[in-house]
């Protein structure tokens, strides 16, 4: 669906918290690579999806560099709030926490959880997650809040891309300037967009 988390290009899912601005400049940028025809809808977060997939398209399919342009691109380019993402393939997972103003955490979950032989089944006051298969299987859990009180959460650096590949193995870089180049507060998003950012409030572009 049009303007709905998660969206799917190339065969990749993808999610964004967060807001960027600028939209006809990266709308612009889009189509001189070939790329506006990705974007149905009109969240900002479609757009920088298509940004990556273009980019990973001109990096012969390699996502993360794909990854790293566009985000560079963007932080170039644009005011920005905040870019957490979290990008899926059939057998990879990227997140990136970006500025520090959105949180970002990851647990690396043994099967059945600490201590346990249940499956997952965590919950904060927004969000919730549950899979009676890891019951048997260790996953890594990327959310916005920690879902329970497993000790073993793990807040993002602010820039820090974490890449996991198919076997669980996790590998963090930071490949960007701490601060995009204009960056945005809470007092320059307009009433809709301020209102998605606030814990407990839902994101949806």
Known sequence: MANTHPFLQDGRVFAHNGVVQGIPQLETRL???????????????????????????????????????????????????????????????????????????????????????RGLDAASSRIRARSEHLSIRRSLIIASEPMDADPGWRLLDPGELLHVTADLTARSSTPFPPVPAHPLGLSDLDVHSAASQQRGIPTIG
């Open 31 to 117: 189509a001189h690579l070939g790329a506006i025809g990705l974007v149905h809808g009109d969240t900002d977060s479609e757009r920088i999806f298509a940004l990556i997939t273009a980019e990973t398209r001109r990096n012969d399919a390699d996502v993360t560099a794909g990854l790293i342009a566009a985000v560079d691109w963007i932080a170039t380019h644009l005011p920005v709030y905040a870019l957490n993402l979290v990008l899926a393939s059939a057998s990879d997972l990227w997140a990136l926490r970006y500025p520090a103003t959105n949180e970002l955490y990851v647990l690396d979950r043994p099967a059945g959880g600490t201590g346990t032989t």
